[in-house]
């Protein structure tokens, strides 16, 4: 029988990303067991009723919102890597578009892949730099000239790749974004919850699109 | 006594994020070799590549700004495994401080004790384990699902995706948003979006127009870069301090 690239790479991610959590983990349980510090059940407990409320949810959101975005082998990586809204999803969909190839395709899966990994290994070494040089960066990062430029990330990541996505695609583009801007001007408090938020676009998106498709406009 | 620089979590530290960047290169190699068997255009994707390696410095070095934040409180060898691996900037921070707030610690002292620094190794760890096990469970399901949209009717499947991605950036576009009641300065993000997506426009002319082909894959890195560099000006101009 031959197995497809598809079947493996779910093989590889699978034992890769357990094995990852596994290492995940082993950090918290080296720090207890070489200092013989126990965080003990009542603190740890109440630290955790603190955040997991709110980030298992987020994060449970994130998978299913990106996971179907980015294919197989780049989710794996993807969710083991982190940072995924401010850089590996924006890394994907640049990909694809500059590749000319679509998601949930083999082509696309393969790109998804090759963006998120270079994109990984990339933030991985400007990490290990950006550590081992941190007494002469430290001030130049922080200057007061500089703070716009990295306040304003976001803006100018998004301004960028909206060109491109809502161009080619306005007709779905313009219900949501009129629903986010109402809701953003009118509760300005939501920004910190944008991941919420995803998964609200999103869906509102698709089901808008369905109603426009079935009605032959798009 | 206990140092949150101490070597052993440096080197545990290094381990994790070792493990990682293999998992990286290995997944890089298996897809790079699936796209030569596939016939892929192969300089297309090496010039994919680099532009993806350049659009991704900006958002990593501001990555390192929150590493700085973090060290102060944790050490570097914490907030630097975080960071690589797992983490994002808008978790660590609200989870070390929740984490911090629950046993009446404030983040604006290095933690000395090692019970401290346990706990909220443990609570920042597993408070962030849910996304990760999700896809290592259900991945290969959620993807045979798309899989099907695709097969069922492959226009819906096309645009079932564009909803997707576009509902993700609106909520993004919507967030730059958020401000602008604030007064002018509350505007700086907006103006920033606006010279991002006009760069983009203008690297799109020469691409169609002017038949400048390479230029195609850059043009995310360097409408973003530019933006971010005239966000400088645009900040001092709008009045934006804070």
């Known amino acids: 029988m031959v197995v497809s690239y598809e079947d493996k790479v779910h093989k590889w991610g699978r034992i890769s990303t357990s094995l ?65 809204t401010n ?72 301004g960028g790749l909206a060109v491109v996505f809502v161009s080619k695609n306005w007709k ?37 699109s369905r109603v426009l498709y079935k009605k032959g406009i798009l | 006594m206990f140092d ?51 659009f991704t410095i900006a958002p990593a070095v501001s990555i390192i700004l929150g590493m700085i934040t973090l060290s102060k409180f944790l050490g570097l060898p914490l907030p630097w495994l975080r960071l690589s691996v797992l983490g994002a900037l808008t978790y660590e921070l609200p989870a070390a401080s929740t984490a911090a707030s629950a046993m009446n610690i404030s983040l604006s002292e290095t933690v000395t004790s ?28 959620m993807q045979s699902g798309m899989m099907n949209i695709r097969k069922k009717d492959e226009k819906w499947g096309k645009i079932f995706m564009d909803s997707l991605f576009l509902g993700m950036i609106s909520a993004f576009l919507g967030m730059i948003f958020a401000d602008i009641r604030l007064g002018l300065q509350g505007w700086i993000p907006v103006v920033i979006m606006i010279l991002s997506a006009l760069i983009m426009l203008i690297c799109g002319y020469f691409v169609k127009k002017k038949k400048i082909t390479w230029l195609e894959n850059y043009a995310l890195p360097i409408s973003m870069l530019s933006a971010m560099a005239l966000s400088i000006p645009v900040t001092a101009i709008m009045g934006g301090g804070l």
């Open chain 1, 20 to 84: 990852a959590i596994a290492l995940f983990l082993s950090f918290p349980l080296f720090v207890s067991i070489y200092y013989n510090a126990w965080p003990g059940w009542g603190p740890f407990l109440s630290g955790l009723l603190g955040i997991a409320p709110i980030f298992w949810v987020v994060g449970a959101i994130e998978a299913f919102t990106f996971g179907p975005m980015l294919g197989s082998g780049g989710s794996y990586l993807g969710f083991v890597t982190g940072n995924l």
């Open chain 2, 114 to 141: 090692p019970q401290v620094y346990s706990v909220i190794v443990w609570v920042m760890t597993v408070g962030i384990l849910s996304g990760i096990i999700i896809i290592t469970l259900f991945l290969k399901k």
């Open chain 2, 4 to 54: 949150v620089n101490s070597l052993p979590l440096f080197v545990m530290a290094a381990v994790v994020v070792g493990y990682v960047l293999f998992q990286s290169f290995f997944f890089l190699f298996k897809a790079l070799k699936r796209a030569k068997e596939l016939g892929m255009d192969m300089g297309k994707i090496k010039r994919t590549m680099n532009a993806t390696a350049i």
């Open chain 1, 172 to 208: 779905i583009a313009v219900a949501p974004l009129l629903l986010m801007l109402i809701l953003f001007i009118a509760m300005p408090s939501l920004a910190s919850s944008v991941s919420v938020l995803v998964p609200v676009g999103a869906i509102f998106t698709i089901l808008v």
């Open chain 1, 87 to 158: 850089l590996k999803v924006p890394a994907a969909l640049n990909a694809l578009q500059s590749m000319g190839v679509e998601a949930n395709t083999e082509e696309g899966d393969v790109v998804c892949t090759i963006a998120i990994a270079v994109s990984s290994i990339v933030t991985t070494i400007v990490l290990i730099v950006g550590m081992l040089l941190l007494a002469p960066l430290q001030p130049i990062l922080q200057s007061p000239t500089l703070a716009p430029a990295f306040d304003n990330i976001l803006p100018a990541l998004f």
